[in-house]
Antibody, heavy 120, light 109 residues
């Protein structure tokens, strides 16, 4: 059974940094692309970033490019989202998701999410 | 990035059929956009229903189907059940990134 467990969310001041982690189990991690999607409570979904199974190719939404960095450690079955220069509009629930294959940049299986609040 | 459009809300009668659509401001939606469809119920994480236009996830009920229709991606629900009441989102891959539509709130009434 695929399991994805996000952690690292919390309250951070504008301009601050936070690193989200997503621990994966139940599948061969390095064989699947991973994605981060966020959702402002009560609003729609926003695709944020994705990384190939090998970790060598990454993609970003325009809204986060240059501020967020996605990475993965295949030896730890974990994907990360380093978030810098955070803004109030980055406040959202952040979901980690597994793709359908090594080059997948869109979500197949989802975690339960972690809340990030950017506020002073 | 292109803007992805969906109907804000739709209503279907129990047992009825409804089609949700997903368009792009950049033009015709094709298989090259790898359209995905997701269902989200209140307080829950989204679930993936359809990927690459027509393929179903292992848990997708048979009453859901995906297609390309009239220049858009489409999700058809045939034989709506009360438990299908939810928000539905499409996702397209375009210009090196993926973009969600604004979502369709589906009421079964």
């Amino acid at each position: 059974e695929v399991q994805l467990l996000e952690s690292g969310g919390g309250l951070v001041q504008p301009g601050g940094s936070l690193r989200l982690s997503c621990a994966a189990s139940g599948f061969t991690f390095s064989n699947y692309g991973m994605t981060w999607v966020r959702q402002v409570p009560g609003k729609g979904l926003e695709w944020v970033s994705a990384i190939f199974g090998s970790g060598d190719i990454t993609y970003y939404a325009d809204s986060v490019r240059g501020r967020f960095t996605i990475s993965r450690d295949n030896s730890k079955n974990t994907v990360y989202l380093q978030m810098n220069s955070l803004r109030a509009e980055d406040t959202a629930v952040y979901y980690c998701a597994k793709g359908f294959g090594a080059y997948a940049v869109m979500p197949a299986d989802w975690g339960q999410g972690t809340l990030v609040t950017v506020s002073s | 990035q292109a803007v992805v459009t969906q109907e804000p809300s739709l209503t279907v009668s129990p047992g009825g059929t409804v089609t949700l659509t997903c368009g792009s401001s950049a033009g015709t939606v094709t298989s090259g956009h790898f359209p995905y469809w997701f269902q989200q119920k209140p307080g829950q994480a989204p679930r993936t229903l359809i990927y690459d236009s027509t393929n179903k996830h292992s848990w997708t009920p048979a009453r859901f189907s995906g297609s390309l229709l009239g220049g858009k991606a489409a999700l058809t629900l045939s034989g709506a059940q009360p438990e299908d009441e939810a928000d539905y989102y499409c996702l397209l891959f375009t210009s090196g990134a993926a973009v969600f539509g604004g979502g369709t709130q589906l009421t079964v009434l």
